[in-house]
């Protein structure tokens, strides 16, 4: 459930109707619901309410500090995969001690700062970012508390971009070779075993593979057991999918339930990286309709001899700002801001940007739009802000959060003065010979 609704023709987000932030924001800009953030976010986390678990949101989804802030506040931690995710995640006051880092390619000073910020845990994905923690770490010496996300070679069923737990995918240390690494990293000195991780893939629709995988992480914790290692946390990693379109994914409750179950007589905490299940459908893109064409093909007829047409609604929004679309065929649904006619056309949704690829929805059955209308893209808020770029020299767009019946503007919009901040005319200090 979200805090959207349309209310006699009339989009709102919690009490606030969206048209006239619209028209003292300017668009196209991001609006998030406080009241769904909050209420996916405590949905997630009490569904596990009786065993030992952390929730930590995976910052990649929706990263803006004030949203962080709200989940630190409700007792969550922070999933980051780059020294800026931990800065993000620091600065909006999320504990050190909630803190796990997951990616392939942490650099030496991103592991520098997240050991000097003295974070939870470090999902360590190869054998030589093992060694270069130890490195590290010795140099601070300091211990680095660590899991392996080990790859169990589970298909999540997902889209082949977002599928990251089979042997194919570039992530983790495969099941089966984990424990050679992990009986090395019990003999290092600046390394301690902490725990076992794994993720599989986002967008998941099913329960299944999420059993599966944890079939395998406990088969392989008993086996790390058999050695003498015991670890404290289980990290299953985000992934439970949202309804875009038709999508029928399990309810919290019931994957909980499930990964509950299959727990049942092991101690360890388990750990959580939801991302996708508690902002999506807590945010929307607004844009405005800047004009509607109609192409026809010179002189052609179809089969049914009916002139070949094909009608675009120009927007404000584009690929830059939303690039699911264009790099997924990702469907959202797009409704008016007002609602005005019964009479509907099916069109293409585009941006300004100069790329075929540039829509944010093709041949979809939409109300009458006209120059000027408002239209909101739903279920935005994963991946959404998070995955903008200035393409085209086009500012990032404004983030907006409704609280009850008011709103803040939680990042600016940005100017053209910062498409060219850091950026220097020729003639300033010159290097090399
Ligand atoms: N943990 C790790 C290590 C991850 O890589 C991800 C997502 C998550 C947690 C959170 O997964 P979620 O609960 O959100 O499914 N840009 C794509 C999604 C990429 C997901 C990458 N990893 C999209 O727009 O669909």
Known sequence: MNHFVSNNGELFCEQ?????????????????????????????????????????????????????????????????????????????????????YSGVGKTEEELRYALESKILLFNVESAQELERLQRVAAAMEIKAPVSFRVNPDVDPQTHAYISTGLAKNKFGVPIDEALDLYVLAKGMENIEVKG???????????????????????GFVERLAATGIVIDFIDLGGGVGITYDAEE???????????????????????????????????????????????????????????????FVVVDAAMNDLARPSLYGAYHAIVPVQEKGAEREVVDIVGPICETGDFLAKDRELPRVEQGDLLAVMSAGAYGFSMSSNYNSRPR???????????????????????VQGETLPGGVRHGH
Do not use: W
């Open 397 to 419: 767009v404004a983030e907006v959060l409704v609280d009850g019946d008011s709103y803040e503007i939680i990042r600016r919009r940005e100017t053209f003065e910062s498409l």
């Open 16 to 100: 606030m109707a969206v048209a006239p932030i619209a028209r003292e924001v300017g668009t196209p800009f991001y609006l998030y619901s406080k009241a769904t953030l909050t209420r996916h976010f405590l949905a997630f986390d009490s569904a596990f309410a009786g065993i030992d678990h952390l929730t930590c949101f995976a910052v990649k989804a929706c990263s803006n500090i004030a949203i962080l802030n709200l989940f630190s506040g409700l007792g969550g931690g922070a999933d980051i995969v780059s020294g800026g995710e931990l800065y993000r995640a620091l600065t909006a006051g999320v504990d050190p001690k909630r803190i796990i």
């Open 249 to 311: 994914p399990p309810h919290p409750r019931d994957y909980a339930e499930a990964i509950k179950e299959e727990l049942q007589g092991v101690t360890a905490t388990l750990i959580l990286e939801p991302g996708r299940v508690i902002v999506g459908n807590a945010g929307i893109l607004v844009t405005e309709v800047q004009y509607t064409k109609t192409n026809r093909r010179a002189g052609m007829k179809s089969d049914q001899g009916i002139e070949q047409v094909k009608k």
């Open 196 to 218: 076992v991780s794994c993720h599989i893939g986002s967008q998941l629709t099913l329960i299944s593979p999420f059993i599966e995988s944890l079939r395998k992480v406990k």
